[in-house]
């Protein structure tokens, strides 16, 4: 294991006693937000901290009455009847503390867009769209997460060919954001006579919701049409021009929103932009810091296939870190937890040995 970084916790710290002493100085409200939130960032590793500082005392205490020829053999006897389990608290606390004290992604503790496209399959492939959708509301739901439809477009039998929504929430993207590429699925249409199993696929996209203090958008660099925006099939067609399409020029990215306000479709489509915007800076970022080294869960590859829904035989299987789930029908209902968890923790294994190596 690598070696726990004593000065970068000492200074952990030191920051979190300052922050403490200035939050109770009763500073102005916005810089108190900005305080608070860097306060409950680090509460928990502070904690994990002074409970592995607490555990080496109580180590060192043991070994000092055991080290002592004076000490009666009672005591000896609990010292090292305390030490094998003290010791392996030790040994627990460390590895958590590697976990807390892996380099942070300044995404992680925000909101998401959530895209998902249905890709080759047809009709089955927006009905798959549609599942995997409610699969990810559903999961939202449970973490107290709101989560708002921005634009979609139906498909002819149920689900959507294309839907963009926003979950909002504290660390919404560190638990998505692995969701990112082709999903698959194999399974029997209703509309099959024969029972033949069909494959088709959706690729889901995970962007962490990017503020304007994140990225910056000229009104030279974006060209704003508005259109005539339809209702569902045709219906309650609103006959006025208030639908929003932004492009930005130097990209060529185009985003689109339609619902009724002109003003409200500006807003989420400028959203979005800057969403994407934000997104292939980080992708930028992340190609040229790990170029030589590719992380298997982290390289973010829309169009990677990732995982496999096969109902027929109920199992989810993540290609990218060999995990087989028989539990289809309840992942399904958005009880994706365990695949979330199993996928993290991966990725922080694996910063773990990067880490070891470059301390090694």
Known sequence: MAKLPVEKMRELSRRFEEIEARMSAGPAADVYVKLASEYSELQPVVKKIQEYEKALAEQADLQALLADKTTDRDMRDLAEAELPDLSERIEQLEKEMQILLLPKDA????????????????????LFAGDLFRMYERFASTKGWKVEVLSSSEGDAGGFKEIIATITGRGVFSKLKFESGVHRVQRVPDTEASGRIHTSAATVAVLPEAEEIDIEIRPE????????????????VNTTDSAVRITHLPTGLIVTSSEKSQHQNRAKAMQVLRSRLYDIERQKVDSERSADRKSQVGSGD????????????????????????????????????????????????GQLAQLGEQRG
């Not at 995404?107 to 927006?126: C, F, M, N, P, Q």
């Not at 660099?221 to 309650?236: K, L």
């Not at 829309?302 to 087989?324: A, K, M, W």
């Open 107 to 126: 995404a992680d503790e925000k909101s998401a867009i959530l895209e998902i496209r249905a890709g080759t399959g047809g009709s089955e492939a927006a």
């Open 221 to 236: 660099d974006i060209r704003i049409d508005t259109m005539r925006a339809s209702g569902a099939g045709g219906q309650h």
């Open 302 to 349: 829309r169009s990677e296939r990732i995982r496999t829904y096969n109902f027929p035989q109920g199992r989810v299987t993540d290609h990218r870190i060999n995990l087989t789930l028989y539990k289809l029908d309840r992942m399904i209902e958005g009880e994706i937890d365990e695949m979330v968890d199993a996928l993290i923790a991966d990725y922080q294994a």
